[in-house]
Every structure is written in structure tokens, then in C-alpha cells.
């Protein structure tokens, strides 16, 4: 199974500051990245897809970047409604496998 | 718009099977694949497999062979996953979700899902 090392586990961000999430896959995966929100006590939300490309309707402080094995979802300018746990999510190869989560709080 | 609406909450009895149903509304059933996604209490998430409902092939997670089938009903729009020989290691959120498939860069992106059930809780106890 290709494994998603998610880095880091938890961080804390004052308002409108810049935060990164990574995603390193155990093997190249192709882009075939999404990265998800997920509220507490909700279900996830698709924010990005492809690695890069944002799914209509989300924010364009929600950007993602990367190739090959590491990945990377920027927020540009923290808000208060970004509190939540990230996952990412590789659908490159079966089984599809996810990060273990990153923990973003306000400052 | 797309909605996925899940069955309750389930407390049912070891070594028992529980049956969680997702409804789907706002689109065509049968033309996108439906995921099944676990969540263990402050875990993160796993994938179960996927159902195509058009003609209900099906995709297992090996680690859920034999513990997880899924099914699904073109009539009422409904997607299925039932549970089996249940154990307190599959108490967890169940999630369904459907698949969108994104052509970009020359490419079709295949098992992003973009549009997630409200979650199912088993809870398997004595």
C-alpha cells in the first residue's frame, strides 16, 4: 500500500497568517492528490484535486502545489472558519490511502 | 445539488452484522462510483472500497474482504454496506461518498470524491 506521511500532525495559526501542509507518498503517485477539510463533527470536504486545482466553491486562500512524491496545501491568510483537520488522499494506486491529519487551530 | 443522506446511529452486539444505507439525491445514481470510508475514534480515515451503481461492480480495500459488502439499489437510489461478525475494532464513523472524475492536464483524475454522506456511527458493544 502506498503510505501518506502528513506533516505536521498539528499547528496553530494567528488570523490571516500563511500555514503549509504536507503530504509525502512512499511511492510517486502522479498528481493524483486531493487534499480534504473536515470540521468537527463533520464530513469531509473536497478542496482540492489533481494536486492543484480547487474544486468550485472553495476559497482561493486554499491553494496546492507539488509532483511526484511531496505535496503541499497553502492557506493564504488564516480565518477563523479554516479551524478544522486537513486530510490528504492519494487515488493513484488501490487501495486508496489517506494522510493520518493535520490539526489546524486558531491562535 | 448533490445530497447523500445516511442511516442512524448503531448500537448493535458483537460478532452480530449491522446494514448502513446512503441515499442519494441531486444527480444520476448510476453513473458515478460510491465510496465507503471508515473513521475509528481520533483516527483518520480508510478506504472500504467503491460500488459502480450502473452495474454494481464492486472494489475492496483487502483489508475489509470478508468483513464489508457493498450493494446497491437503482430503484431507490440507494447505496448499501453491510458489516459482518462485528467486533468492538469496528465501532467507527462509516462515511459514503461520491466519486467525481476530473479531466486535466491530459488526464483523467479518478477517486476524488466530492460530495460525502453525513456519516453513520457504529457502535459494537455488549
Known amino acids: 500500500d502506498i503510505q501518506m506521511t502528513q506533516s505536521p500532525a498539528s499547528l496553530s495559526a494567528s488570523l490571516g497568517e500563511t500555514v503549509s501542509i504536507e503530504c509525502l507518498a512512499s511511492e510517486g503517485i502522479s498528481n493524483d492528490l486531493a487534499w480534504y477539510q473536515q470540521k468537527s463533527g463533520k464530513s469531509p470536504q473536497l478542496l482540492i484535486y489533481a494536486a492543484s486545482r480547487l474544486q468550485d466553491g472553495v476559497p482561493s486562500r486554499f491553494s496546492g502545489s507539488g509532483s511526484g512524491t511531496r505535496y503541499s496545501l497553502k492557506i493564504s491568510g488564516m480565518q477563523p472558519e479554516d479551524e478544522a483537520d486537513y486530510f490528504c488522499?492519494?487515488?493513484?494506486?488501490?487501495?486508496?490511502?489517506f494522510g493520518a491529519g493535520t490539526k489546524l487551530e486558531l491562535k | 445539488q448533490v445530497q447523500l443522506q445516511q442511516s442512524g446511529t448503531e448500537l448493535v452486539k458483537p460478532a452480530s452484522s449491522v446494514k448502513i444505507s446512503c441515499k442519494a439525491s441531486?444527480?444520476?445514481?448510476?453513473?458515478?462510483?460510491m465510496h465507503w470510508i471508515r473513521q475509528q475514534p481520533g483516527n483518520g480515515l480508510e478506504w472500504i472500497g467503491w460500488?459502480?451503481?450502473?452495474?454494481?461492480?464492486?472494489k475492496y480495500n483487502q483489508k475489509f474482504d470478508g468483513k464489508a459488502t457493498l450493494t446497491a439499489d437503482k430503484s431507490s437510489s440507494t447505496a448499501y454496506m453491510q458489516l459482518s461478525s462485528l467486533t468492538s475494532e469496528d465501532s467507527a464513523v462509516y462515511f459514503c461518498?461520491?466519486?467525481?472524475?476530473?479531466?486535466?492536464?491530459?488526464?483523467?483524475?479518478?477517486?476524488?470524491?466530492?460530495?460525502w454522506g453525513q456519516g453513520a456511527s457504529v457502535t459494537v458493544s455488549s
Open positions: 488522499q492519494q487515488s493513484y494506486k488501490y487501495p486508496y490511502t
Open positions: 441531486g444527480y444520476t445514481f448510476t453513473s458515478n462510483y
Open positions: 461518498a461520491r466519486e467525481q472524475i476530473y479531466y486535466y492536464d491530459g488526464y483523467y483524475h479518478v477517486g476524488v470524491m466530492d460530495a
Open positions: 460500488i459502480y451503481p450502473g452495474n454494481g461492480n464492486t
